[in-house]
């Protein structure tokens, strides 16, 4: 997996939405981070400072990753691009279609 700053992950993420478009589909997770990569021995968990902490993105394309880690203080600036990026490619869901026939039977049950 590829860690990229908070711009580049960005932009890697538009282009996967792209490639997206003609197959496969792109899955973004978001999780708390504490900054550690290995677990704390328990002899050493007598010290209890509290981490700061801070999120890291995830996004997967077929074999592709990248993520990014965002700080606390970053966050909102983070999420407002995120989110209008995530808006931006959003155009290309397909409707559900609907039956009519399970809204007949539920309404047939109600009564």
């Known amino acids: 997996m590829v860690v ?7 932009t890697a993420l538009t282009l996967m939405y792209q490639k997206a478009r003609l197959q496969g ?4 997770t978001l999780k708390r981070y504490d900054g ?17 902490y801070s999120c890291i993105f995830r996004a997967t394309l077929g074999s592709k990753k990248i993520s990014t ?3 606390a203080d970053l966050l ?33 049950a109600t009564q």
């Open 36 to 52: 550690r990569k290995k677990p704390i021995p328990r002899v050493e968990q007598s010290n209890k400072e509290e981490p700061e």
């Open 76 to 108: 909102s600036e983070f999420q407002t691009t995120f989110s209008s990026t995530i808006r931006s490619n959003m155009d290309g869901l397909k409707k559900q279609k609907k039956s009519k026939g399970k809204r007949k039977s539920k309404a047939m």
């Open 4 to 10: 990229l700053e908070n711009s580049a992950f960005l």
């Open 25 to 28: 589909s792109v899955r973004v």
């Open 69 to 71: 880690i965002v700080t």
